[in-house]
């Protein structure tokens, strides 16, 4: 067995259509069974969703207040007034930024922008940047991507003599700023369509309205802040990304064609994924360690060799960031795990702060805690002499970050947000008590099973429904991000054909799995340790992403998976190799590491039965419950064996229990096993033990009475051993049973043994030996063990599994009774 790391959620769309859909739309049922999850139902759509052209994008003027803000505007430049760009420091801050320079200088208007610093000046308009605009002559400042809650800072310019012109896509507030103009498609009296505009939409709408046509030539910019700021891949959105992705293949940006340098992107083979994760964090470093300034230079910049200086700039910026926020991380865990001393579990809300965590990135680190932890999380970066600290959350489905907070409100100085992220300021000495608060609130909602990821899946298939042209035709759903995820497929009992990893140090994972004569290579990222944990011909349930593969020239079927479930058990056969011993410690090192922990129990010599070959050892981890303590005395203990039995669910079994009362003892008290790793060398140390017939016995009689006498020094035994056919330890096996039946004598001197053969033994049946009975039952029980092949031995070592479940759940059932 292998569990999923997570619970897979798929989407419930009934057959009823798909195929009719397939036919309209001409697409595979695959593909159809997609476009209905998304919310497609007729061929209409599914065209305008495929195919939709940049013509198809809505009239600026419905949004409210584009007319007066063109207006404005228009007055400013038939005037010479000079404008300002106000705008923000993220990626959509800097694109919508960058964006109206382009418009500006495109309208040879007076102008000059301004973005306030993240540490020093916060988000938003300010009063102080303010004043400096009218110290400089601005009469006009267009906002872009903030000002909609700005309503005393917008009060004072008016006092000032700025009008302000806010463009902007957050949610509004109540009371709305007393404006110029207000252009916000979420405005609750704005008829605009589509409401799922970034802040650069809204700029671009502007630009749209002002020039009288769309303009195409900023599409790339547009397509960078709303990528980089999550807005839904619907719409306009969708329509807007993907001509600007095709146009970035060649852009006319040096900005643009400079940082897909640095990023080390084909522009050939530029996705929205690029511009999500690769492009929008190093425009989004500037921000957050420098000044957003140096990312509006390079978008904004018209020569390569200045363009390829702010890239190299960012990149530098961006790899700092990285590395301020891997020890912030650390530093957090570390805070955290002494919050678990107690219970050993994270708190249902995670809440962390310390002084001189750079509030640029706490909302990265909240994120990064997030996705290891599985916990709604604050973190928050306290300021040493003004006890004010600064702080961003994250939170996963059900609990809603910004109900939360309201729900203790009056202890932050300000908040803000929606469900899954949001950010607050509150002083030090409140801390305590908003912990306490959001731990009640979190308690009252929160199951367990919220604490366990969910993926949604957009549809099950078979391997033989995704050849290539059908995966082919999967790219057309692109652009892909939020509102229009990357379609994710299950593929249900596959057959593992092969497991090999791949990376200089095994890293990744490659499975080749095959289903109805169809074979698909999956590949997963970062779980090589997984190699060690799925059997070869095992049925197995993955989920992941299809893709194609193109190597010299072939194309082929991939899936990027993302988990993995077996529901069988495994036996990881590791029967007959060498340096057995060394290779079990190892193997229980690396599960170890790969996510669990190890322990040794062994069964002395002595306790191992009758000449048993060695010690034999149980090495164990757990995936799930992290490493488990077992005392030496394993015998005693019987409460602490108990929960143990429970938690226990992989094992590495080196050598082979001596008996069958001794294996019945391992399956009762590990009974919940799902993976078995059983390690035995070549053979045991002194030979096999085979069963000892009347012919063996007999030949082994007569060749000793030639000997007559010998000693136990081991040179002589050996030699017997051989000269009679035997192993040594079946050897020492008939010795003693010789002894039994008196066939032969011993006599002890102060270091030596002699043994002399009887001349006239007494007449009597093997069976009579107690010895012979023990040889017999012990090489049936080690036949068991080394002979039968991989699937005959899995088969019996689960059925002990088995038999003792059925006893243990009879038991209860007659308690019970």
């Not at 309208?107 to 973005?115: G, M, V």
């Not at 769309?214 to 910019?221: R, S, T, V």
């Not at 229009?484 to 490659?510: C, D, F, W, Y």
């Not at 036949?783 to 209860?812: G, H, I, K, M």
Request: charged residues 25%; negative net charge.
């Amino acid at each position: 067995m292998l569990h999923p790391r997570s619970r897979w959620i798929c989407s419930d769309v009934p057959d009823t259509g798909i195929e009719q859909l397939a036919q309209e739309a001409r697409v595979s049922k695959l593909v159809a069974r997609m476009l209905a999850v998304r919310g497609i139902a007729d061929a209409e759509q599914a065209h305008r969703f495929l195919h939709a052209d940049i013509d198809e994008m809505h009239d600026p003027y419905l949004l409210a207040g584009m007319e007066d803000a063109v207006a404005r505007i228009r007055t400013a430049l038939a005037n010479r007034e000079r404008i300002r760009i106000y705008g923000d420091y993220d990626a959509d801050g800097v694109s919508s930024t960058s964006l109206m320079i382009y418009l500006m200088r495109h309208l040879e208007a007076e102008f000059d922008y301004y973005i306030p610093h993240r540490a020093n000046e916060g988000y938003g308009l300010n009063k102080a940047a303010l004043e400096a605009a009218q110290a400089c002559g601005v009469t006009l400042v267009v906002t872009v991507d903030t000002g909609i809650s700005a309503v005393e800072e917008i009060a004072y310019a008016r006092e000032l003599g700025i009008d302000i012109v806010v463009t902007d896509h957050h949610e509004p507030p109540e009371q709305l700023p007393n404006a110029c103009a207000l252009v916000n498609p979420k405005l609750p009296y704005c008829p605009y369509p589509f409401k799922g505009l970034a802040g650069v939409g809204v700029a671009f709408k502007l630009a749209h309205a002002l020039l009288g046509r769309i303009p195409e030539e900023w599409l790339e910019l547009a397509a960078i802040g709303t990528v980089a700021d999550l807005m839904p891949l619907l719409d306009e959105n969708r329509i807007l990304v993907r001509a600007a992705l095709q146009r970035m293949k060649r852009s006319r940006y040096a900005g643009i064609r400079a940082l897909l340098q640095v990023c080390s992107i084909d522009p050939k083979e530029v996705t929205s994924t690029h511009i999500a994760f690769s492009m929008a964090p190093r425009i989004n470093a500037s921000g957050r360690l420098d000044h957003a300034d140096i990312a509006v230079q390079l978008l904004t910049a018209e020569h390569d060799a200045a363009a390829e200086a702010f890239a190299w700039e960012l990149d530098r910026l961006n790899k700092e960031r990285q590395k301020i926020v891997d020890g912030i991380v650390k530093e957090a865990e570390a805070l955290l795990v002494e919050k678990m001393e107690d219970t050993g579990e994270p708190p249902h809300v995670i809440v962390l702060a310390a002084e001189g965590w750079n509030v640029g990135v706490i909302g990265i680190v909240a994120s990064k805690i997030l996705e290891k932890y599985y916990r709604p999380t604050f973190v928050l970066g306290i300021d040493g002499e003004t006890g004010l600290c600064k702080g961003s959350a994250r939170s996963i489905p059900g609990f809603d970050l910004y109900e939360a907070m309201q729900s203790c409100g009056e202890l932050f100085e300000h908040y803000g947000g929606h469900q899954a992220a949001a950010g607050m300021t509150i002083q030090a000495d409140k801390l305590e008590e908003l912990e306490q608060r959001l731990q009640e609130v979190a308690e009252g909602i929160l199951t367990e099973e919220h604490f366990v990821p969910c993926v949604e899946v957009d549809a099950e298939c078979g391997l033989n429904e995704i050849p290539l042209e059908v995966i082919d035709q999967l790219g057309q759903l692109a652009p892909f991000g939020m509102g229009n995820p990357s379609p994710r497929v299950v593929i249900r009992n596959a057959r593992v054909r092969e497991i090999r990893t791949m990376g200089k140090e095994g890293q990744h994972l490659k499975l080749m799995l095959s289903q109805d004569r169809a074979t698909l290579d999956a590949v997963a990222f970062h779980r090589g340790g997984l190699a060690r944990r799925i059997t070869s011909d095992v049925k197995a349930d993955v989920l992941g992403e299809l893709s194609v593969n193109e190597w010299n020239g072939r194309r082929r079927p991939q899936l990027f998976m993302q988990d993995i479930r077996i529901q069988e058990r495994q036996l990881f056969d590791l029967r007959g190799i060498p340096d057995a011993w060394e290779t079990a410690v190892q193997l229980a090192r690396i599960l170890e590491q790969d996510g669990g922990g190890a322990n040794v129990l062994v069964t002395t010599r002595e306790q191992a039965g009758v000449h048993a070959a060695e010690s034999f050892a149980w090495l164990y981890s757990d995936e799930e419950e992290g490493p488990v303590v077992v005392p030496g005395a394993w015998r005693g203990d019987e409460p602490f064996i108990a929960a143990m039995s429970e938690r226990v669910r992989e094992m590495v079994l080196f050598g082979m229990p001596p008996s069958e009362q001794e294996m019945r003892r391992l399956t009762r008290q590990l009974r919940h096993m799902e993976r078995l790793h059983v390690v035995l060398p070549r053979e045991p140390i002194g030979g096999r033990l085979h069963m000892p017939t009347r012919d063996r016995i007999k030949r082994a009689y007569a060749e000793l009475r030639r000997v007559h006498t010998w000693t136990n020094e081991p040179e002589p035994m050996r030699s017997l051993a051989k000269r009679v056919s035997l192993s040594l330890r079946e050897f020492m096996l008939l010795i003693d049973m010789f002894q039994e039946l008196q066939f032969l004598c011993c006599t002890h001197h102060k270091h030596t043994t002699t043994f002399e053969m009887a001349a006239q033994p007494a007449k009597t049946s093997l069976e009579a030996s107690q010895r012979y009975q023990d040889w017999a039952s012990a090489a049936a029980w080690e036949q068991r063990w080394y002979e039968p092949a991989t699937e005959a031995f899995a088969a019996w070592l689960w059925s002990c599994w088995d038999e003792e479940r059925d006893v243990s759940l009879l038991r209860r059932s007659s308690d019970g009774f």
